[in-house]
C-alpha cells in the first residue's frame, strides 16, 4: 500500500495546485519559467501515475476486503461508466452542449469514474484509489467553477451527436473488451 500512497499523493498533489496553491504554482512558473514547470508537472505526474498503477497491482495481490460485495453494483458502476465516458468524450470534442452547459466534463468524468468503482470495489486498496480521486475531483471542480467561466464557441447537434457517439463507443470497447484484457476484470461478469 505505501507505493499506491505515495502515487496517489505525487500524482494529485500535483494535479491540485491550480485549484489549491495558485499562487505557490505561479511562483513556480515564474521561478521556472513556462516549458520547466510543465517539465516538472510531467516528470511528477508520470512518477505518480507509474507508482498508482505498480502499487494498486500489488495493493490487489493481498485484498483486504472492507465490506461484502453488493450484488448488481458491477452493472450500476458500467451504466455509470457510459455518463463518465461521454463526459470524457465531451471535455475533448468542440462544440457540444455538455461541454457548454457543464464547463468542466473531464472533472465531473472522473468523479463518476471514482464513484462507480467504489460502487463496485470493495477492498482497501480501491477506497485509496477511487476514493483519493473522488475527493480530487471534487475540489478541482469546486475551486474550476469559481474561476470565470471559458468562453466557449456555440454548442452544435453534430458537437453533441459527436460525443456521444465517441463516449458509447469508447463504453463498448471498454466494457466489453479492454477492462477484462488491461485489468483481468470482465465489468459485466461475462
Known sequence: MSWLSLGLALFLSIHLTR?????????????????????????????????????YSQARLETVALWPRIPGMNHAAAALMLVALV?????????????????HPMTLAVKVWAFAHLLANNS?????????????????????????APVLPAPTAAGTATTVVIG???????????????????????
Open 124 to 148: 482497501l486498496a480501491d477506497v485509496m484509489l477511487f476514493g483519493s480521486f473522488l475527493v480530487w475531483s471534487i475540489l478541482v471542480f469546486r475551486a474550476a467553477r469559481r474561476r470565470p
Open 87 to 103: 463526459l470524457m468524450a465531451a471535455a475533448y470534442v468542440p462544440r457540444n452542449h455538455f461541454k457548454a452547459k457543464l464547463q
Open 19 to 55: 485549484a489549491v496553491m495558485p499562487r505557490w504554482r505561479d511562483a513556480q512558473i515564474a521561478r521556472m519559467g513556462e516549458k520547466g514547470w510543465k517539465g516538472f508537472y510531467t516528470v511528477v505526474s508520470l512518477l505518480g501515475f507509474v507508482l498508482i498503477v505498480w502499487g
Open 168 to 190: 458509447v463507443a469508447l463504453w463498448v470497447l471498454i466494457a466489453f473488451w479492454l477492462h477484462a484484457a488491461w485489468l483481468g476484470v470482465a465489468p459485466l461478469g461475462r
